[in-house]
T-cell receptor, first 118, second 112 residues
Framework: NAGVTQTPKFRILKIGQSMTLQCTQDMNHNYMYWYRQDPGMGLKLIYYSVGAGITDKGEVPNGYNVSRSTTEDFPLRLELAAPSQTSVYFC?????????????????FGPGTRLTVL | GQQLNQSPQSMFIQEGEDVSMNCTSSSIFNTWLWYKQDPGEGPVLLIALYKAGELTSNGRLTAQFGITRKDSFLNISASIPSDVGIYFCAGQLAPGTYKYIFGTGTRLKVLA
């Protein structure tokens, strides 16, 4: 298993450009997440999905869009890139353990995409 | 929104020393997770805690779920150079939500 893969690893955008960050997992996980990590900070949840066709906003969704047409893929779209979106973006996935109240939900992270908007 | 305060922010230690770091919040959490992030990589889960007062070990790592459910501690014994990295705590607010609040991280540097 490759786990969670992300492309590209690095990207530089000009203000106003658009792009899609790709994320794929081969573990048949129901749940997928997008986080951003700013320098010296923790991870902030942008969007998440509990299954194909279902997405929901996290803490910092403004300026982003997502879709989940398959279990494996969860792309993140930036429509009008702004300097405030300069960050490292991590995709993650996890099992659905909602029937087990005492369980935790380990998230497996991809290697990240480092995005700079100039 | 909820915040997790992690301390210290960074630390330099000598190889062989023990390390302690903690995570506190004003909110009650259902689950605490501790992750390690190596440079240029995504976080990797180290230890999961899901009962108040629980003490769990993973090799040289030991973590505790605070009895008030508002804090957690991670200890690393006999540190080695490969312990270098950023350690994050993450708290799950309620079972079934699968949304976690992450701390700001403790950056650990080990001097050989």
């Amino acid at each position: 298993n490759a786990g969670v893969t992300q492309t590209p690893k690095f990207r530089i955008l000009k203000i106003g450009q658009s792009m899609t960050l790709q994320c794929t997992q081969d573990m048949n996980h129901n749940y997928m997440y997008w986080y951003r990590q700013d320098p010296g900070m923790g991870l902030k949840l942008i969007y998440y999905s509990v299954g194909a066709g279902i997405t929901d906003k996290g803490e910092v969704p403004n300026g982003y869009n997502v879709s989940r047409s398959t279990t494996e893929d969860f792309p993140l779209r930036l429509e009008l890139a702004a300097p405030s979106q300069t960050s490292v973006y991590f995709c993650a996935s996890s099992y659905d353990l909602s029937r087990d109240r005492d369980s935790y939900n380990e998230q497996f992270f991809g290697p990240g995409t480092r995005l700079t908007v100039l | 929104g909820q915040q997790l305060n992690q301390s210290p922010q960074s630390m330099f230690i000598q190889e062989g020393e023990d390390v302690s770091m903690n995570c506190t919040s004003s909110s009650i959490f259902n689950t605490w997770l501790w992750y390690k992030q190596d440079p240029g990589e995504g976080p990797v889960l180290l230890i999961a805690l899901y009962k108040a007062g629980e003490l769990t070990s993973n090799g040289r790592l030991t973590a505790q779920f605070g009895i008030t459910r508002k804090d957690s501690f991670l200890n690393i014994s006999a540190s080695i150079p490969s312990d270098v990295g950023i350690y994050f705590c993450a708290g799950q607010l309620a079972p079934g939500t699968y949304k976690y609040i992450f701390g700001t991280g403790t950056r650990l540097k080990v001097l050989a």
